[in-house]
């Protein structure tokens, strides 16, 4: 599987004119050579896959990347790189710019006199985009490991909890499910705090009559999984009933209506102008979704200015949210596969709205 995004890699250094490439993202990096090691860069050029790693890292190297090169980087990596470049006789070489400090780059151009340096941007991101049957397969289980743990909401998630001991206890299930870690800190927003979209848990503790809004996900074989649902507790305000309802309408109409060739802007529509319609359009102030992989926030995005072109085989997330400030706010959010005719979705566990005990356990 790595040949293969081997070369595609390679067709690019083809077209832009450049003898190699420096990889230092670290799901970049696990995504061409299976390394991962929490250091390490990748010279990759037309015939040659280096990857230099530290001492702590050279046994793990060679049995998660068989078939590279792997050579031991010194106290200064760029200079042991630097060596191995000019060895291989590249005069112009691309490295990732979003990647590598302003630090980093002087020492590469100290250490690489007279070859020319390259920025550039999203090469092997954009590759990744597109997942393969094994990538699909394991979004799937980790996916499956969220659906478990909303499964589970109702046996420990009660009244009189505070936040913080709520999303410790997700995290903690989704672990007991096969989780290797969480995709994110979990959010727990409970009651007024739901209008907060990106949340941070308090001591702040949930009470009868409102809402609890609860985003998580789980990592499995590298990737990561995405999910969010919004629990009542007692007899919440029926505005926010209404809420929830208009926003399950959103999410059912981008999925419905989601499928290659649109953009993410066309996509977003769909849900931004059915929350407009039903009265909810400056609540929604954040876009409907972003790509899942390796990393629980990658491309495509899906939000008003997106021009990212949907295709079939990437993963994205449909979360559209409403948020009122003093009373509260709804998401719920569930990760799709883009396939030929539309989507499959992957979080599979109901998104209607659940009432949970009022009592604490």
């Known amino acids: 599987m790595t040949g293969e995004r081997l070369a595609g890699l390679r067709l690019l250094l083809a077209r832009e004119g450049v003898d190699g490439i420096l990889v230092r993202g670290a799901a970049n990096r696990r995504y061409l050579s299976g390394f991962t090691g929490s250091a390490g860069t990748l010279l990759i050029t037309a015939g040659e896959a280096v990857l230099g ?31 191995v470049v000019r060895e291989l006789g590249v005069r112009r070489l691309a490295f990732e710019a979003d990647h590598t ?29 597109v997942k393969d ?10 996916a499956a490991v969220a659906d478990a743990v909303v499964g589970q909401l109702p046996r420990f998630v009660r009244t009189g909890q505070p936040e913080e001991r709520i999303a410790a206890e997700v995290e903690y299930r989704l672990r007991l ?7 994110f800190p979990c959010i727990a927003a409970a009651g007024p705090r739901g209008a907060l979209p990106h949340a941070t848990p308090t001591e702040r503790v949930w009470s009868s009559g409102e809402f609890l809004v609860l985003d998580f996900g789980a990592v499995v074989d590298g990737y990561c999984s995405d999910i969010t649902r919004t ?19 959103a999410q059912k109409a981008a999925r419905e209506g989601i499928r290659p060739g649109l953009t993410g802007a066309q996509v977003d529509a769909l849900a931004r102008r059915y929350l407009t319609e039903a009265g909810y359009g400056e609540a ?14 990658e491309g495509p995005v899906l939000s008003p200015t997106s021009r990212d072109l949907l295709a079939p085989g990437m993963v994205v997330t449909l979360e559209p949210g409403v948020y009122l400030p003093g009373l509260g706010g709804v998401r719920v ?18 998104r209607e709205l659940v009432c949970l005990s009022t009592t604490h356990g």
């Open 284 to 297: 929604f102030g954040h876009g409907l979704g972003h790509g899942v992989g390796l990393e629980v926030h």
């Open 133 to 142: 049957a094994a990538e699909q397969a394991s979004i799937r289980r980790a």
């Open 177 to 183: 499910a096969g989780g290797r870690e969480r995709s």
């Open 231 to 249: 629990v009542a507790a007692g007899d919440p305000p029926e505005e926010l009933r209404r809420v929830h309802a208009a926003v399950l309408g």
């Open 333 to 350: 959010e569930d990760m799709v596969l883009v396939t030929e005719e539309g989507c499959e979705v992957l979080t599979r566990s109901p």
């Open 101 to 129: 400090s302003c630090a980093a780059r002087d020492r590469l151009e100290r250490s690489l006199a007279g070859v020319e340096l390259v920025p550039v941007q999203g090469w092997v991101e954009q590759q990744r985009r």
């Open 53 to 83: 790693t530290d001492f702590r890292y050279l046994e793990q190297a060679g049995e998660q990347a068989p078939g590279w090169r792997v050579v031991r980087t010194a106290s200064e990596e760029e200079r042991t790189l630097g060596e």
